[in-house]
């Protein structure tokens, strides 16, 4: 009996395997990651242009990050329509999910924090840790997606996160404060839209 249970065990954690694997190299199944990586790069660069560009609107440049917000409502859309279409969900949907929404929870309330202590003290120094630490992060999140999904090109992305809040860091410290916009917009390039470009095109040469 010990022995039938163990091979059906067996079975369905290699069944549970394969489809997982179905899920994650599907045309489209990284939808979200393409949005949001052309939505924060395209933000980015937004605030690096108004910040050296139109000095007559610099301190009100962040505000573009507040497109954030309707962007969230847009994501759940897309991302509900890739669920639809998934083949079958797995625990391992399921802890990727917790992974993403552990990291937006954690985001929010960093933002939270940093925004209450610069208002209540008046003091806006801990503003220019945000972008190093969200990258960060972001690289955690990749890290453990990437070995949850066993994709490589994700931790190639985990990769350019961990390195590109390294040199925002190394912006921060040369006063170039303004190029760390454009560190994170190549970073949400190399870090979510090349690696779902990546598995799209493989993707389409398994279905050829």
């Known amino acids: 009996m010990e022995t039938n249970f163990t091979e059906r065990q067996s079975l369905e954690t290699i069944t549970g395997m394969i489809e997982q694997a179905k899920n994650y190299h599907r045309k489209g199944s990284l939808a979200s990651y393409v949005f949001w990586g052309w939505m924060i790069a395209g933000l980015a660069v937004a605030d690096f242009l108004l910040l050296t560009l139109v000095p ?11 497109l954030t917000l309707p962007a969230a409502v847009v994501n759940i859309f897309i991302q509900r329509r890739v669920d639809r279409q998934a083949l079958v969900r797995t625990h391992i949907n399921a802890i990727i999910g917790y992974i993403w929404t552990g990291f937006a929870i954690s985001v929010w309330l960093f933002l939270a924090i940093v925004f209450t202590i610069a208002i209540t003290t008046k003091t806006w120094f801990l503003m220019i840790t945000l972008t190093p630490v969200i990258m960060l992060m972001l690289g955690m999140a990749q890290f453990a997606t990437a070995r949850a999904c066993r994709l490589r090109s994700f931790l190639t992305g985990a990769i350019a996160f961990w390195a590109g809040a390294a040199l925002s860091a190394a912006c921060i410290l040369s006063k170039y404060v303004e190029l760390q916009f454009i560190i994170l917009a190549l970073c949400m390039i190399l870090g979510f839209v090349v690696p779902a470009g990546a598995l799209d095109r493989k993707a389409s040469g398994d279905v050829q």
Not at 56 to 65: E, G, P, Q, T
């Open 56 to 66: 007559s609107i610099r301190d009100n440049a962040h505000a573009v990050w507040a």
